[in-house]
T-cell receptor, first 114, second 115 residues
Framework: EAQVTQNPRYLITVTGKKLTVTCSQN?????MSWYRQDPGLGLRQIYY???????DKGDVPEGYKVSRKEKRNFPLILESPSPNQTSLYFC???FGTGSYNEQFFGPGTRLTVL | AQKVTQAQTEISVVEKEDVTLDCVYE???????LFWYKQPPSGELVFLIR??????QNEISGRYSWNFQKSTSSFNFTITASQVVDSAVYFC????????????FGAGTRLFVKA
């Protein structure tokens, strides 16, 4: 089954404790992206990647890191989480490098930083 | 700069009513793509439709229809004869062809359809 998977689905952590949210897709998509969803703000793009070893900032990259060492994986790293990073996070992928294709989303990761 | 505005935060209708969700966008690019996604209460995001800037033809898919008007920079979504299963948050999104590969989402419209 074609899908985007994220782990963990739920995470409660404390300020400053490094964490990684994994994202993997099995559709051989070139493009992958991370978003955060907050009430009243919709989805905001954190980082995206056009292909292996090619990443770029979205609109809200502060406090996050990403890497793309393999085509299928795109982990989101929070080196020192803070309470304002409490949010619902979505990973997405899409075919090709053009902007015209729709994105396929993972199930979401709900992160709480205390 | 890109911007997507969904001015309706929440809409509540009774089953079988028609409802229109508004989406207004801003872009300087002449080639761009507009999308609608649905987020049901279960939380996943589901693609509904894509429209490119050169195709102003309206589209109908069952009870769903989309009206794209470049003159008013709008890409509105109408559900005819709404059903309880249509209850969800609906997001409009914009991607530009040039100058990067960002996607901008609107804030979303939460639709409640009451039986």
């Amino acid at each position: 089954e074609a899908q985007v998977t994220q782990n963990p689905r739920y995470l409660i952590t404390v300020t400053g404790k490094k964490l990684t949210v994994t994202c993997s897709q099995n559709m051989n998509h070139e493009y992958m992206s991370w978003y955060r969803q907050d009430p009243g703000l919709g989805l905001r793009q954190i980082y995206y990647s056009m292909n292996v070893e090619v990443t770029d900032k979205g609109d809200v990259p502060e406090g996050y890191k990403v890497s793309r060492k393999e085509k299928r994986n795109f982990p989101l790293i929070l080196e020192s989480p803070s309470p304002n990073q409490t949010s619902l996070y979505f990973c997405a992928s899409r075919f090709g490098t053009g902007s015209y294709n729709e994105q396929f989303f993972g199930p979401g990761t709900r992160l709480t930083v205390l | 700069a890109q911007k997507v505005t969904q001015a309706q935060t929440e809409i509540s209708v009774v089953e079988k009513e028609d409802v229109t969700l508004d989406c207004v966008y801003e872009t300087r690019d002449t080639t761009y793509y507009l999308f609608w996604y649905k987020q049901p209460p279960s939380g996943e995001l589901v693609f509904l439709i894509r429209r490119n800037s050169f195709d102003e033809q309206n589209e109908i898919s069952g009870r769903y229809s989309w009206n794209f008007q470049k003159s008013t920079s709008s890409f509105n979504f109408t559900i005819t004869a709404s059903q309880v299963v249509d209850s969800a948050v609906y997001f409009c999104a914009l991607s530009e062809a040039a100058g990067g590969f960002k996607t901008i989402f609107g804030a979303g419209t939460r639709l409640f359809v009451k039986a």
